[in-house]
């Protein structure tokens, strides 16, 4: 985990970047707000308030302004106030001199934890390739060799969901769930004839395999 001290005061700043590296963290350090702002973007940052040249607040401000980076105010000012401004900048929290680096890596993972928990899920990649055929889920298009391959909605939604773990095989119950809709789980011969469709659309039935008495699986030829 990379993480940027911005602290002036070398007789601070020294000892609490070789406690930071002691406990595995990569540390860069800056002394100025200046310096920090041009930074390359961190995981963490630990911000004192007191610089020289620009008031840590707005250095907050600025970084929060542009960027999800989390911040630890690390400062001596203890005031309530100065915490609530700090926490309504953007600050993800604030940690008042003099401190441990027990309790500094405490928060440290504690903040991280809970950018981790609220990040919302990474999308998934809109392009599944297995083998020649390629799904494209945002522009809703099949291609097989390059050559578009023209399906339904239902024959789309089908392939992509086999698509989905290629050479797993999928029970009838969850294609229907996930395909149609419905819970009805007595026999039905509208996947079958989808599947049929697919087959001859992609013009090789061995892409799409019956699994005897479960459903089907995708795979290439």
């Given at each position: 985990?990379?993480?940027?001290?911005?602290?002036?005061?070398?007789?601070?700043?020294?000892?609490?970047?070789?406690?930071?590296?002691?406990?595995?963290?990569?540390?860069?350090?800056?002394?100025?707000?200046?310096?920090?702002l041009?930074?390359?973007?961190?995981?963490?940052?630990?911000?004192d308030?007191?610089?020289?040249?620009?008031?840590?607040?707005?250095?907050?401000?600025?970084?929060?302004?542009?960027?999800?980076?989390?911040?630890?105010?690390?400062?001596?000012?203890?005031?309530?106030?100065?915490?609530?401004?700090?926490?309504?900048?953007?600050a993800?929290?604030?940690?008042?001199?003099?401190?441990?680096?027990?309790?500094?890596?405490?928060?440290?993972?504690?903040?991280?934890?809970r950018?981790?928990?609220?990040?919302?899920?990474?999308?998934?990649?809109?392009?599944?390739?297995?083998?020649?055929?390629?799904?494209?889920?945002?522009?809703?298009?099949?291609?097989?060799?390059?050559?578009e391959?023209?399906?339904?909605?239902?024959?789309?939604?089908l392939?992509?969901?086999?698509?989905?773990?290629?050479?797993?095989?999928?029970?009838?119950?969850?294609?229907?769930?996930?395909?149609?809709?419905?819970?009805?789980?007595?026999?039905?011969?509208?996947?079958?004839?989808?599947?049929?469709?697919?087959?001859?659309?992609?013009?090789?039935?061995?892409?799409?395999?019956?699994?005897?008495?479960?459903?089907?699986?995708?795979?290439?030829?």
């Amino acid at each position: 985990m990379r993480l940027l001290v911005v602290e002036d005061d070398d007789g601070i700043a020294e000892p609490l970047v070789a406690g930071l590296r002691r406990e595995g963290f990569e540390v860069e350090r800056v002394a100025n707000g200046r310096d920090a702002l041009a930074a390359e973007e961190p995981d963490l940052v630990l911000l004192d308030l007191r610089l020289p040249d620009i008031d840590g607040y707005a250095v907050a401000r600025e970084l929060r302004a542009r960027s999800r980076v989390p911040i630890i105010m690390v400062t001596a000012k203890g005031e309530e106030v100065d915490r609530v401004i700090g926490l309504e900048l953007g600050a993800d929290d604030y940690v008042v001199k003099p401190f441990g680096m027990r309790e500094l890596v405490a928060r440290i993972n504690a903040v991280m934890r809970r950018v981790s928990e609220s990040a919302p899920p990474a999308e998934p990649d809109p392009v599944t390739v297995v083998g020649a055929l390629e799904i494209d889920r945002r522009r809703h298009e099949v291609r097989l060799d390059g050559a578009e391959v023209p399906l339904t909605p239902k024959e789309f939604a089908l392939l992509a969901l086999l698509a989905s773990d290629p050479g797993a095989a999928l029970d009838r119950r969850r294609i229907l769930e996930d395909v149609w809709g419905t819970r009805w789980y007595g026999p039905s011969k509208t996947i079958d004839v989808h599947v049929s469709s697919l087959r001859r659309k992609l013009g090789d039935p061995g892409w799409i395999e019956t699994v005897r008495g479960m459903g089907f699986r995708l795979r290439p030829p």
